[in-house]
């Protein structure tokens, strides 16, 4: 094989991530950063070995350098991200993403045109920031079908929901705290309401059951309403509450994908992942389950992944066929998606009935006449009021008939606090 | 590229995890397995798609078969399974084992051998079987430098302290229980003395930290010691006891490598891996720490991990320039290392003392005297024939140091009953 100059690196970025990019590559021999894109240029930078003539604030002066073999796309959200992507392949360039919302939007159409143009598109840094997860399901799990994520893929509720937990303090209490911290934005609502993990989620999906999966069809319900009372019941039902991003394919290849928070047996090893840190569990067969947990975000774990998918193209390079099969993400079939309401889950559910007298028995026939059989109900506390605080656990029945037993245990006059899918 | 014939499998050893390979590859189309080599070619099997012309019980059939490409020794142990490989590397076959001992033992002739042959030898199963942590380590994670590894290995050893720790109940009761369930062998030295732990942190920590470590220099104490009373301290402290595999590279680069018994915070994952499940957790620079777990052991994990390795091979045999650099195992530098005399740990300490009076005050003399600070110590209970129960936590001291200050504990006339290093 004869001996080649340095494989070119071109960012576009130099924030957070782009920095640790930058200062990891330093240590590597065989690549060199050659042109930066930065928004500022007039921003001062304290980085290492940072040679400002390379740096420009404009992204397309990287993406239309002949020179460069791989860019690095590192600064989020879908524009100029998609037209710079675009352009960069045309040129002839790999990319390297760490940008989940582009590919969860996009991606069906950016992967075809990469490989229209034989070039890849990695995004290990998109999903679970430094948790190995896109390469190990490519390579080694291969020998797998994996039919079931669940997967927790956002830092910002883990962290809020295990502070709630150990605080017994409110939702509310918490984000504020976290947003002083620095580790909510102040508009939460993409973290908070499972946008962020709806994105990766259902780019996790689509590389696992190799079916594309459409964002829309996503299911997603955040963790605004849930209480600090939730979280208690749910301890001393031998479960914790985290914010859970899975993918189910049933048999006959139907596709469930959903977002929603969830209570998680405390023998599962999810419910011990605790403040930011991300894990995914995938169950399929030969290697039955598996769980990667580790840093879901920062400066020096993505740069982890983006830095290790540079290095994988960077590999490949030197070869006269080094398209390797692992780094394909051309999906052409669509994922037969099932509706919410047509799956069936187990419930937990919190009332606050208006009158304790033969309110479990009345909350007991709306079940029953909904075909919803009952694992448990518990009635907690009776107040001064007279209203009782209401805990129930459903067996496995249809979302479908649980949505019908709310609507009729309200209109008897209850108040349901929370409907939260329990893991089975 | 050429469309190339189906890739040829050769397996030797249709046991456990020969029979779940077998089964597996069945459901890929660019590979075909072409000659099996059993112990025992009269043997019973049902196994579904097996053409018996092609079992053999003679295992040199198939390394020496010029059809095959790719040969996966399975049946574990030294020998025949060295001369095996040797021969099949030089009848021009790639190899994938899970046979962690030969590895272990003669890991570094081998991959040498197949360098010089141009051949690699792949072996994701012989460390933790299914989950993914050798194909991670050489691919993405390849842009860190990781100076830490904490495992938990062995199968066996960890269901053992599982069931301890659930029950109560002694180890001698444990064993006896596991060893009726098939969770323990007959003779049970390999795994509750922390051979197969050591076998497979050896390999871990070479290809981890890219140098070659010796398997005569890995410390290694087994859990056969591990006391009921023990493991309700650990508990009262907030701790679990696991076995853990463990490999340290210190800041001038020497590696610190062992298997022994270890109190791990509840708050780490590890402490939560229970039963026969695995887990490696690594530390390094950007990543931060990763855990990967699953199941270690069994005839479908393991499979994933043999398949995972055939599969990766036989994408590259249709390539003119087909070895990866992930796939080298090479490593010409072997590590200095450091001696576990010449560490500084945390201990949990458990004393019975001959006499309760002043007998703290005795043992705090003791380990001022040798430079030991104490974290905590405890007189629990005093007996009716006087002796009371001990128990210490030191702060991170000298392992010399203590070895030192328990032999003049024990002089003194008490009786040290455990001595277990806590995780830092």
Do not use: W
Request: aromatic share 4%; hydrophobic share 40%; net charge negative.
């Amino acid at each position: 094989m004869e001996k080649r100059d340095k494989i070119k690196i071109g960012l576009i970025g130099l924030g957070t991530v782009g920095s640790g990019v930058f200062k990891t590559l330093q240590s590597f021999e065989n690549v060199e950063v050659t042109k930066i894109a930065v928004r500022n240029i007039n921003k001062p930078r304290n980085i290492d070995g940072l040679d400002n003539s390379i740096v420009t604030d404009n992204p397309y002066e990287v993406v239309n350098d002949s020179e460069i073999d791989i860019v690095a796309e590192l600064i989020g959200g879908v524009e100029p991200a998609y037209d710079l992507i675009k352009t960069a392949i045309k040129n002839g360039k790999h990319i390297v993403t760490a940008n989940k919302e582009l590919l969860a939007k996009h991606g069906e159409e950016l992967f075809n045109f990469a490989e229209e143009h034989n070039k890849v598109i990695l995004y290990e840094a998109a999903i679970a920031g430094g948790i190995p997860i896109i390469m190990p399901i490519k390579t080694i799990l291969a020998g797998n079908k994996i039919n079931k994520i669940e997967a927790i893929l956002n830092g910002t509720t883990n962290y809020i929901l295990t502070k709630m937990d150990v605080q017994g303090a409110s939702y509310e209490t918490v984000l504020k705290e976290a947003q002083e911290l620095g580790y909510a934005e102040a508009d939460p609502t993409g973290d908070v309401e499972g946008f962020d993990a709806a994105y990766k989620i259902t780019t996790l999906a689509t590389i696992t059951f190799g079916k594309r999966i459409k964002l829309e069809n996503v299911y997603r319900e955040g963790i605004t309403k849930i209480r600090a009372q939730d979280m208690d019941a749910a301890n001393d039902l031998g479960y914790k509450i985290k914010l859970i991003a899975s993918a189910q394919l049933n048999e006959n290849g139907q596709a469930d994908v959903r977002v929603h928070p969830m209570l998680v047996s405390k023998k599962a090893t999810l419910a011990h992942i605790d403040y930011v840190t991300n894990a995914v569990s995938l169950t399929g067969h030969p290697v039955g389950s598996v769980t990667l947990s580790g840093p879901g975000a920062g400066e020096f774990p993505t740069a982890s992944s983006v830095v290790g998918d540079i290095l994988a193209i960077a590999a490949e390079l030197g070869k006269s066929d080094y398209i390797l099969p692992m780094m394909r993400c051309k999906h052409d079939d669509n994922a037969e998606m099932i509706n919410i309401s047509d799956t069936t889950n187990k419930y937990y559910i919190s009332i606050t009935a208006k009158n304790n007298k033969g309110v479990i028995g009345k909350i007991g026939t709306i079940c029953a006449n909904n075909d919803i059989s009952l694992e448990s109900i518990v009635q907690r506390c009776v107040s001064q009021d007279n209203t009782a605080d209401i805990t129930v656990i459903t067996e496995q029945v249809k979302e479908k008939n649980m949505q019908n037993a709310i609507k009729q245990i309200e209109l008897d006059g209850n108040k349901v606090n929370s409907l939260i899918r329990v893991q089975v």
